[in-house]
């Protein structure tokens, strides 16, 4: 757990907030933020507001504004009044105070210099009791907050406390928040584990400790596997878990269930988008061994989620080596699909394998699939990779990138394209062979060809 | 466990708010969603005795307190008489003379009580037929009584008199039938007072009712034939810096006058006093006490404009000389006339005078006719004026509007931020919870501790030194001395630049003006105009901003006040126009 993600967890729900204050949902889960002030008119008959409610929402937004300028000296001054929404007479805002306030308020016992694991414990501990529903979120957060300081043992009593809290005909709407206390418990039994898992690696398998400590384990993995797999059923984005949970299986040999697990998390349709699940999947069926066919249909999914994936140069050599047609032919895309993103332009590897990999095509006269691939491309591809600023820049900073790339330049833009005239004005002595062969390539395949 | 007999508890679970309890074995309640379990046990109670909606779970030796708990039967218009009361001392503390509080606060809410049936009547809106408490603090009624009555009638042989109780016996209700008397235990569910229930429900017809806002218009009243030098904006100020009491009143009830349920809505309030609103009231209450004219405003009257004029154009740092000017426009438009000036409830239905608001417009208009206000004239002239006091440093400073202008925006910017930022620090919710109904009791006062715990957290993380000092009462907001350089005083400038002699008399240099107002709305809606601000040059409009801050009013409700006054002078300037030319003033459409 690191600061930003802790962090994250307590001021993204903040800008939530703000929605709760300003706008008012229409119930088709649409959000008309300008509408809130007239209906607070018409909701109280065309009265004012009142004095309360207005002072009290400039106090929030003096809060937020010394939060975001990190005075939390000022936040926990305007805190102070702002603790009375908790006595708002209008009833669904006293309902909806606690949750502002523990949001607000843990933030700024988080950064407040003079605030300690102490005064979080107190403040947290009180707001858990005030109104029931915030139970269960405040203790996970406050979990949280411990393992961020390290308090491995506080962060767990505060679970298992979390998770015998009974809180009658509510419970059902809390359903996922029980999984997820308990997940969380799940994770820090993985973490136990995983530091067993370690010192065991120093023991000899003969050694009587061995043994008792691997049946510690296992006794460890089967709480674990109960704790986590409630949750991961649930659709939603439960990678730690998911992979602690699977690197456990696979430890104790049950691939079956490993693959179940990991399927399940990556093709049920009722589970969000998620690259992590066909990545995590991937790596599973990789270690298993699994045939190409069924590896190239898993990332075929993450190509379409994430074309510029670094696995994607692997995913193309699997698809170099298929036999089947189509296979071959969506290697040179995805390949194309690598490099439209800008974080990719510097990849050699990328641009080595387009570069050989046009040539082959080519030999093998697939020149339509090229003609399709640079069709899309032909507007733009030439200022994004092609200037003359990025040739003077590739050669300075990579002799060997601005190679590959010129020598793609060459086959898609035709020899005269600046690029490529560039590289081959540059009088290389270890390259000089390499570029002629370049150059002889080029006015071989290219798919311009001035003579025509 | 036995679901069935726990029914009869109805008191909110602390912990999760649900009511829905079953007992243990030990006879203890516990919350069947939450598991909580309560202190409390429960009781064989005789539900015959007490409504079975009241809580019927008490500690065996809780039974004697609870009596105690339940204080004193006490009616809604003894409320209010403390409010007034505390209100009538606080301004006493300020240095109004006693008798605002001992006669004429008394006979005007003496007076109310009588208009409104609740006593000194032959057949009180609310007698219960029994004896109301004798309030403790009823030495200040007997106070009242004692003193001679200042607006006479015939009305003499009262019991506020005759034993400070508030009803007698004597007075036994004739034509008020089913009320209180046969079920004042149950009324008491809903509220604490005796007829909190029936008091927010009675709608009679020509009777004002009492409200907390309310109780600032006797006040104002009371100031107002005292001819105090409280105007009503200094008393709504005074209330915003809790010099007078106002929100949470109810807090310096006695211990034994409960309060909750109805009274709620009646005593709780949550917003300050609203100038226009208190304005309303006032002449609202006057009428309905059918008052008789007022003591006359004279010129020697704090509340004659002329006076007041001269105590804004100090508070807002402008130059004694214009005084002159202000004096002169009173004296034309004939608003710092007796008659006009001087409240009579009866004979000028429904209107009066807004001193405060009038005496500032006057001075608005004032600058109006000495800088034109048009984004344009008013800057030349300080270029003038500039470059004159760079020339003459050793004469008396010409009076600039740029460096003026410098120097309010600046203090009043700073001014209001601290203003809003002690709003959104107000302290609202009194220690005192009030609740709906005895179910709600324990939830409200748990929540109040709970408040005051995290707010003792968060008070720890806060430097110890306290960042705002407590202000005194005064009736200036702002302090111009010539040592602080920050903030110039101009009240030492001269007008010289801005006038010139023409024979005898000196006439403005500026001869253009322009209206506030083209158009006066009809009587059938209540504005006099509307104030679109955008249409207006920023120079009027920042002037407008600072002044109706300094009074805590709406922007519009000066601007309503100045086209009054513009009106009202530039009628007289017509018709004055064909005998005598000397002083003319150019009317130029804006």
């Not at chain 2, 253009?512 to 083209?518: A, G, R």
Request: glycine share 4%.
């Amino acid at each position: 757990m690191t600061m930003s993600d802790f962090s994250e967890q307590l001021t993204k729900p903040v800008t939530e907030d703000e929605q709760v204050e300003t706008s008012v949902s229409s119930g088709t889960g649409m959000h008309f933020p300008w509408l809130q002030k007239q209906l607070e008119t018409v909701v109280t008959g065309g009265k004012k507001k009142k004095d309360f409610a207005q002072t009290t929402s400039a106090c929030l937004e003096f809060i937020q504004e010394a939060l975001l300028r990190h005075q939390w000296q000022r936040a926990a001054e305007y805190m102070h009044s702002y603790l009375q929404t908790l006595e708002d007479s209008d009833s669904y805002k006293r309902q909806t105070a606690p949750e502002v306030i523990w949001k607000l308020g843990s933030e700024i016992l988080f950064y407040h210099p003079k605030s300690n694991v102490e005064t979080f414990n107190t403040f947290a501990d009180r707001m858990k009791n005030i109104g029931v529903l915030n139970y269960l979120k405040i203790s996970l957060q406050h979990a949280l907050y411990l393992l961020h300081h390290g308090m491995f043992e506080d962060a767990d009593r505060n679970l298992s406390q979390a998770e015998t809290w009974r809180y009658g005909e509510k419970s059902s709407s809390q359903e996922v928040l029980i999984n997820l206390v308990q997940a969380y418990k799940g994770l820090l039994q993985y973490y136990t584990w995983s530091k067993k898992k370690m010192e065991l690696s120093e023991f000899d398998e003969d050694d009587y400790a061995y043994t008792s400590k691997s049946q510690n384990m296992l006794s460890q993995s089967c709480k674990t596997s109960v704790n986590i797999c409630a949750l991961i059923k649930v659709p939603g984005v439960w990678d730690p878990f998911v992979k602690s949970y699977v690197e456990m299986l696979e430890f104790y040999g049950d691939q079956d269930g490993a693959r179940n697990v990991l399927t399940n998390y990556a093709y049920d349709e009722k589970f969000p988008s998620n690259p992590n699940a066909h990545i995590y999947l991937y790596d599973f069926l990789k270690r298993e061994k699994a045939p190409r066919a069924k590896l190239i249909s898993v990332l075929k999914i993450l190509h379409e989620i994430v074309p510029s994936h670094k696995l994607m140069l692997e995913f193309h050599m699997l698809l170099r080596k298929s036999e089947k047609e189509e296979h071959r032919k969506l290697g040179l895309g995805v390949l194309f699909g690598v490099l439209d993103f800008a974080g990719c332009t510097k990849n050699k590897t990328a641009w080595r394998y387009l570069a050989k990999y046009l040539k082959l095509m080519l030999m093998e006269s697939h020149t339509v699939w090229v003609q399709e691939e640079w069709n899309s491309r032909k507007n733009w591809w030439p200022a994004f990779h092609f200037s003359s600023f990025w040739a003077k820049t590739d050669w300075k900073e990579d002799t060997a990138l601005a190679f590959e790339k010129a020598y793609v330049a060459g086959i898609l833009l035709g020899k005269g394209c600046r690029y490529f005239r560039y590289i081959l004005k540059q009088d290389h002595q270890i390259l000089k062979k390499k570029i002629k062969r370049m150059k002889k390539s080029v006015k071989k395949y290219s798919i311009v060809n001035p003579g025509v | 466990m036995d679901l069935e007999e726990a029914k009869e508890f109805k008191e909110r679970c602390s912990q999760c708010a649900a009511v829905s309890w079953g007992l243990t074995d030990e006879g203890k309640y516990y919350c069947t969603s939450c598991h909580n379990v309560t202190e409390k046990s429960k009781e064989v109670i005789n539900s015959s005795v007490i409504p079975n909606t009241k809580i019927n779970t008490i500690n065996r030796g809780l039974r004697k307190k609870r009596k105690h708990e339940k204080g004193w039967d006490w009616y809604v218009c003894e409320g209010f008489q403390y409010i007034l009361y505390h209100q009538a001392e606080a301004l006493k503390n300020l240095g109004v003379g006693s008798e605002l509080k001992d006669e004429v606060l008394h006979s005007f809410w003496k007076r109310y009580l009588q208009k409104s049936k609740q006593a000194y009547c032959k057949n009180p809106v609310n007698t219960s037929g029994r004896k109301t408490k004798v309030l403790k603090d009823n030495l200040h009624c007997s106070d009242w009584a004692s003193e001679p009555e200042l607006l006479s009638g015939g009305d003499t042989d009262f019991a506020l008199e005759s034993g400070a109780e508030f009803q007698s016996d004597a007075q036994i209700p004739k034509d008020f039938p089913i009320t209180k008397a046969s079920q004042s235990g149950a009324a008491s569910v809903c509220s604490g007072s005796l007829d909190g229930v029936e008091y927010s429900l009675r709608k009679e017809k020509g009777i004002v009712k009492m409200t907390v806002p309310r109780t600032l218009a006797f006040c104002y009243l009371s100031l107002l034939w005292q001819r105090e030098t409280i105007t009503l904006s200094d008393l709504l100020r005074f209330v915003e810096e809790d010099h007078i009491p106002y929100i949470n009143a109810f807090e310096r009830f006695p211990e034994e006058m409960k309060l909750y349920g109805r009274d709620k809505g009646i005593f709780a309030v949550e917003s300050w006093p609203d100038y226009e609103e208190i304005y309303k009231n006032m002449i609202e209450v006057a009428t309905f006490l059918d008052l008789p004219r007022f003591p006359e405003i004279t010129e020697d009257c704090y509340l004659h404009p002329n006076i007041l004029c001269m105590k804004y154009l100090m508070e807002v740092n402008l130059p004694d000389e214009m005084h002159g000017l202000t004096c002169q426009v009173v004296k034309m438009t004939g608003i710092g006339e007796v008659d006009f000036l001087t409240f009579d409830p009866i004979a000028k239905m429904k209107k009066t005078v807004k001193y405060d608001v009038q005496a500032v417009a006057v001075i608005v208009v004032v600058l109006k006719l000495l800088f034109l206000l048009d984004d344009n004239l008013e800057w030349s002239y300080s270029d003038l004026a500039e470059t004159y006091n760079e020339e003459h440093k050793e004469d008396k400073p010409q009076f600039g509007f740029r460096k003026w202008y410098q120097v309010m925006k600046k203090t009043f910017d700073e001014k209001k931020q601290k203003w809003e930022e002690a709003r959104a620090k107000y302290s609202w919710k009194s220690g005192k919870p009030l609740y709906h109904s005895h179910i709600d009791k324990s939830v409200a006062y748990k929540r109040r501790e709970m408040v005051v715990n995290l707010q003792k957290q968060f008070s720890a993380l806060v430097d110890s030194t306290p960042v705002v000092e407590k202000k005194g009462p005064s009736s200036f907001q702002f302090n111009w001395t010539e040592e602080d350089i920050n903030r110039p005083c101009f009240h030492e400038h001269t007008l010289q630049g801005l006038l010139v002699k023409k024979g005898q008399s000196l006439k403005t240099k500026n001869s253009l003006y322009w209206l506030s107002t083209q158009k006066f709305c009809k009587s059938y809606c209540k504005h006099v105009t509307t104030y679109e601000e955008s249409n207006f040059s920023l120079s009027y409009q920042f002037i407008l901003n600072i002044f109706s801050f300094l009074l805590r009013i709406k922007t519009s409700i000066l601007h309503e006040e100045v086209s009054l006054i513009e009106k009202k002078l530039f009628k007289k300037k017509y018709s004055e126009s064909k005998k005598n030319s000397s002083r003319s003033k150019k009317i130029r459409r804006h």
